[in-house]
């Protein structure tokens, strides 16, 4: 048995016209062209429709034993539209159940459906490819229609007129620029950087995920969530600690007249970064500890957070400044103070494990939201 498969892939039956997929049978298959044509007479995939009604006549004429269906994907996703499509190509399959072989013609409108072929060729063999092409789009009066089609999509005009706005407003920049005494280099340098910025931007496909950071900023603001605030306080307390732990370094070297090595500069850094990082550490996890709380899925387990941030920081703390020499915000350490050092980092961070999990087995705990 022949199968004519018009292919669908991103839904445009379901979301312009409203017609519930798959469609089996020319009947159903007519009407649901007659539905997506009336509702938007420019989509492609009306032609597909109705080529996969013709291409079932046809066979049906020649005495072929035919059906004809239409299934769709999703928008957006292309992995996630050939799993739709190949989904309802197996309820198509499980309706048909007539006990013979079943082999398909897939009629398409271009490329981009044609991904799904693999899909298809996975549940039953693949007799033919047909791609539809209206003919008035090989022409070339349909050039102005077809720049304006495009041009009139939000996602083509922005990938499009930016990057060929911003090329053309360089010499006018330049001009303008020297007549402010502005070197023309540096608005060419800055220019560039921008067209540079932007096509990676977009090449990288960026646009979800900063949209998606700026859905969860503005979610935490609605929510009064307490993280935003310590997790700011945090990255303040991280730049402080990054500054000191550079002034750390310049103490070193000028204990070392100018030259130190590359591991007691490390030595340094850390030295005077960890302790402004530890308390970044204790007051981000502290703002976590309450909005869990708030949020109903507090677990004693959460309070090992800050202690094991204090007994890594001081372990830091202590192995740096074995190894550096006395210097201006420097702590140097012997031997016996690195051990006490270890020993009351490990004591903090095993202590921390006991008592909590104690509590946790003892007292009662707010059930996951």
Not at 29 to 35: D, F, K, L
Not at 86 to 101: I, N, P
Request: net charge negative; glycine share 10%; aromatic share 6%.
């Amino acid at each position: 048995m022949l199968l004519v498969l018009c292919v669908d892939l991103d839904d445009d039956l379901g979301r312009k016209a409203g017609v519930s997929t798959p469609v089996i049978g020319r009947d159903a298959v007519e009407a649901a062209a007659v539905a997506l044509a009336t509702v938007d007479p420019e989509d492609s995939d009306t032609n597909v429709l109705f080529q996969g009604i013709n291409t079932h006549d046809e066979l049906a004429a020649e005495g072929e034993a035919v059906e004809v269906a239409a299934v769709t994907g999703l928008e957006g996703s292309d992995v996630k539209a050939n799993r739709a499509v190949g989904e309802e190509v197996d309820r198509v399959l499980a309706e048909l159940s007539t006990g013979e072989e079943v082999s398909a013609i897939v009629i398409t409108d271009g490329a981009q459906d044609e991904s799904v072929l693999p899909v298809i060729r996975s549940r039953m063999p693949i007799d033919g490819v047909r791609r539809v092409v209206v003919r008035q789009a090989q022409d070339l009066e349909s050039l102005y229609y077809t720049i304006k089609q495009v041009l009139a999509d939000p996602e083509t005009r922005g990938t499009i007129l930016v990057p060929l706005g911003v090329l053309l407003l360089i010499y006018p920049l330049v001009v303008v620029a020297n007549l402010f005494d502005v070197a023309g280099a540096a608005v060419l340098g800055i220019i560039s950087g921008l067209v540079g910025l932007y096509s990676l931007f977009r090449g990288l496909g960026l646009e979800e995920t900063v949209d998606d950071a700026a859905d969860a900023v503005r979610n935490l603001l609605y929510a009064g969530r307490v993280t935003l605030i310590t997790y700011v306080v945090a990255l303040a307390l991280v730049v402080v600690g990054g500054v000191q732990g550079l002034e750390t370094v310049d103490a070193a070297r000028d204990v070392h007249d100018g030259v130190i090595p590359a591991g007691t500069a490390v030595a340094a850094f850390v030295h005077g970064f960890v302790q402004w990082l530890a308390v970044a550490g204790v007051t981000s996890s502290l703002g976590q500890i309450t909005d869990e709380y708030i949020a109903g899925r507090f677990r004693w387990r959460y309070l090992n957070a800050p202690f094991y941030v204090v007994a890594i920081a001081v372990v830091l703390y202590a192995l740096s400044g074995f190894f550096l020499p006395p210097a201006p915000g420097v702590t140097p350490l012997e031997l016996g103070d690195l051990a006490m050092a270890l020993a009351a980092g490990t004591l903090i961070g095993v202590l921390s494990t006991l008592t909590f999990a104690i509590a946790e087995s003892q007292l009662p705990s707010a059930e996951p939201a």
